[in-house]
């Protein structure tokens, strides 16, 4: 009986994880309003830019909530997405850049992450709060301290980030305005990132032009961090979260987590 304990375990727990692997977010489905969405974007800044890194990893969890929550019982994937996950190449400041958004389903449910990825983000999240990392013991949500860049000072790095990188993350939301927590980290430990809260896409390239505008609100933005967390209130929905960092990203690849929650 044992014996045969220990081939069927195996197999069965072997089942689950496939199961996880390709059916998990169709399979264990959430019936809440609640949509998580995950994705990644990959950088690498061409040959015009001054970094000795040329590469840039952004990690981004989206959670906010849908109004009526429309079910597609065969969950077939809109080819038309797919655009959004290709190679490409884009300027900001003159100098040229390749981009790759992976999982980007631009505010689809249909890509909402399965089961295994659920379970290494909590077992992170765990290790990262007994180091003090994090401060909410919450898996599902993450707050970072609030860790200034001590390399140098905010009024450098105002100077460093005017000929910087800018990535602009949108926000999710089914209402006309909407309030949002966000929290960014970095685990480059030798400059200092700066994070707004925009009203639309376009202040990226304002930015660049000195025409920028963000949320002044206390807890929409934050200058010269390694880690931040905020609250920004009365958003519009074309909002979103602007991230910029300095010309002057040391090796290896820079990595960036992302992470943004809609207030129900």
């Known amino acids: 009986m044992k014996k045969i304990l220990y081939a069927i375990i195996p197999i069965l727990a072997f089942s689950i ?12 489905e959430s019936e809440t309003q609640e949509v998580i969405n995950k994705y990644s974007v990959y950088v690498h800044l061409l ?3 001054q970094s000795e890194s040329k590469n840039i990893i952004f990690d981004v969890t989206n959670t906010w909530y849908k109004s009526d929550k429309i079910r597609n019982t065969n969950h077939v994937f809109d080819a038309e997405s797919k655009e959004y996950n290709s190679n490409q190449l884009h ?4 100098k040229s850049y390749v981009e790759l958004k992976h999982e980007f389903s631009d505010c689809q449910e249909e890509w909402q992450p399965m089961l295994y990825r659920k379970a290494v983000d909590t077992v992170r999240h765990e290790i990262e709060y007994v ?17 200034e860049n001590e390399n140098y000072d905010n009024s450098e790095q105002q100077s460093k980030i005017k000929n ?19 929290s960014v ?8 990132f700066d994070v707004y809260f925009v009203s639309s896409s376009d202040q990226r390239e304002n930015f660049v032009n000195s025409k920028f505008d963000y949320y002044t609100e206390s807890g929409c933005y934050g200058q010269n961090k390694q880690s931040y967390s905020g609250t920004c209130h009365d958003i519009k929905k ?8 300095p010309d002057d990203l040391k090796p290896w690849t820079t990595k960036v987590t992302v992470n943004l929650y809609e207030n129900n």
Do not use: A, R
Not at 17 to 28: A, D, E, S, Y
Not at 131 to 147: A, E, R
Not at 164 to 182: A, E, L
């Open 17 to 28: 994880i496939f199961l996880n692997m390709f059916f998990g977010h169709l399979v264990f």
């Open 164 to 182: 910087g990188f800018v990535q602009f993350f949108p926000i999710c939301t089914s209402k006309d305005t909407t309030s949002y927590n966000f």
């Open 131 to 147: 180091q003090g990392q994090q401060l909410s013991t919450d898996p599902s949500v993450s707050v970072y301290p609030d860790t």
């Open 185 to 192: 980290k970095t685990d480059n430990k030798d400059l200092g």
């Open 47 to 49: 040959s015009e830019w």
């Open 91 to 94: 300027e900001i400041n003159g």
């Open 238 to 245: 074309d909002s979103g979260l602007l991230v910029i960092f």
